[in-house]
Each structure stands twice: as structure tokens, then as C-alpha cells.
């Protein structure tokens, strides 16, 4: 188990704030940062599989451009 000192108080539990630690962040915006991060990946795919449904309902492949090169 780690302790991660993260605010000094003048009295026990409540008082004026003597020291803070700048670095320490929230599980709070972690979570939510990651969140984020999980809602921006899954939008992509979901942009990526709706790209590739409307080019096989056209009958036009994506990668079709290469066929002529070979």
C-alpha cells in the first residue's frame, strides 16, 4: 500500500490549506479522461463500419484504387 500525501491542512480535517500537491490527480478525472479517450475510439469505428457499409451497398470497393496499379 502507497500513501500519497496530497493536501496539508492547519487543523484536523477542515482549516486553511498549508500545502498542496500540484502533481496529484483525481481517480475522478482519470476515470474520465479514459472515459473520453473510450467514447472517441468507439465513434471512430462506428464512423469507420457505417465508410465501409455505404461503399459495398454502392458496389464500390475502397481499396479499389490499388487494382489498377498491379
Given at each position: 500500500?502507497?500513501?500519497?500525501?496530497?493536501?496539508?491542512?492547519?487543523?484536523?480535517?477542515?482549516?486553511?490549506?498549508?500545502?498542496?500537491?500540484e502533481?496529484?490527480?483525481?481517480?475522478?478525472?482519470?476515470?474520465?479522461?479514459?472515459?473520453?479517450?473510450f467514447?472517441?475510439?468507439?465513434?471512430?469505428?462506428?464512423m469507420?463500419?457505417?465508410?465501409?457499409?455505404?461503399?459495398?451497398?454502392?458496389?464500390?470497393?475502397?481499396?479499389?484504387?490499388?487494382?489498377?496499379?498491379?
Open positions: 500500500m502507497t500513501l500519497t500525501l496530497v493536501k496539508v491542512l492547519d487543523g484536523s480535517m477542515c482549516g486553511e490549506g498549508l500545502w498542496q500537491n502533481r496529484f490527480v483525481t481517480p475522478n478525472k482519470m476515470r474520465s479522461k479514459a472515459m473520453i479517450q467514447l472517441k475510439k468507439r465513434e471512430e469505428k462506428l469507420n463500419k457505417s465508410e465501409r457499409k455505404k461503399l459495398l451497398k454502392e458496389g464500390q470497393d475502397e481499396d479499389g484504387y490499388l487494382d489498377s496499379a498491379f
